[in-house]
């Protein structure tokens, strides 16, 4: 069995590799290592796999047609395609990056997964595409035609494109809506990690309005569970929410993250941002039922292991 994971440095992706490796799979990471964040993060995620023979890692674009082709015709039989322009409020300022990133990107691993018929493929979505529902939880069902960022359009868009491929060519196709994912690895630029930081130096986090938002936080344990799940279980076209199905608010956050540090938050309250949602919260009902998604860190526990490796 052989998979390729595109953005196989990152948080979810060097995780992920891990996992399948672990499993028993062949293993190509694809990934450019662009300086969204420090590259140098990535490197030291990916580190513990590039001693495994059993993986290959590629370092390029996911928008170079050639060197995706070489890569996806190497006897790949899955592709778990998770590299995109990463962040809500970034892509509002460089919409035209997001839009080539996010959607060529993904136009050029459908391409070569039709040209080499490959017979799986998993797509990263992201709860962002539900702007601002009113309905809660936000189910697989709902409408979600009313993104309000880019970055949550071009995931929208990614799973039009996914159907579309499905349609067109009978490829397999599962596409995975993530909510908020955190712990070991997390991108320093995402509020978990950024406010540990901050408040484990004594410096003032930034909030964002009153405190009251919500996210529904999930632990990447879980998040890995349900992807390894939806590869084995990839047919037809489906759409899966990825959550703990346990929101809490940015106030509730601070204090839990208090707890782990045994510290106490300097808050800086900020005004809204453009493009932030009021409340993320997953309906999970389809994913236990079908994947047997079974998320089981809260945030207390997830966040005491979070702070385990940042102290590291």
Not at 8 to 14: D, P, Y
Request: net charge negative; proline share 5%; aromatic share 10%.
């Amino acid at each position: 069995m052989k998979v390729l994971i595109t953005g196989a440095a990152g948080f979810i992706g060097s995780h992920l590799c891990e996992r399948m490796l672990a499993d028993g799979w062949t293993v190509t990471g694809l990934d450019n290592f662009n300086d969204y964040y420090n590259p140098q993060i990535k490197r030291d995620n990916i580190s513990g796999c590039l001693k495994n023979t059993n993986f290959n890692l590629v370092e390029d674009d996911i928008r170079n047609p050639e060197v995706v082709e070489i890569v996806v015709g190497d006897n790949v039989d899955t592709i778990v395609h998770l590299a995109a322009g990463a962040g809500v409020r970034p892509s509002i300022m460089e919409p035209v990056y997001y839009s080539d990133n996010n959607m060529t990107g993904t136009m050029v691993m459908l391409e070569a997964a039709k040209k080499f018929q490959i017979k799986k493929f998993v797509f990263a979505s992201s709860s962002s595409v539900y702007g601002n529902n009113k309905k809660v939880p936000f189910s697989e069902d709902d409408n979600v035609d009313f993104p309000i960022s880019p970055y949550a359009a071009t995931k929208k868009a990614g799973e039009l494109f996914c159907h579309t491929y499905y349609h067109l060519y009978g490829i397999n196709m599962t596409c995975l809506r993530f909510f908020t994912v955190y712990g070991p690895r997390q991108r320093p630029d995402l509020a978990i990690h950024k406010f540990a930081k901050l408040i484990e130096q004594g410096k003032p986090i930034p909030v964002y309005g009153d405190g009251s938002m919500m996210r529904d936080f999930t632990y990447i344990d879980d998040i890995i569970d349900g992807i390894t799940a939806s590869i084995k279980k990839c047919e037809g076209y489906n759409v899966y929410n990825l959550g703990e199905s346990r929101p809490v608010t940015v106030n509730k956050l601070v204090s839990e993250i208090e707890n782990a540090l045994g510290k106490k938050a300097i808050i800086e309250h900020l005004p809204m941002q453009p493009g932030d949602v009021d409340c993320t919260y997953a309906d999970v009902s389809k994913a236990e039922k079908e994947l047997d998604y079974d998320p089981k860190t809260n945030i207390s526990d997830g966040l005491a292991k979070f702070v385990e490796w940042m102290r590291k």
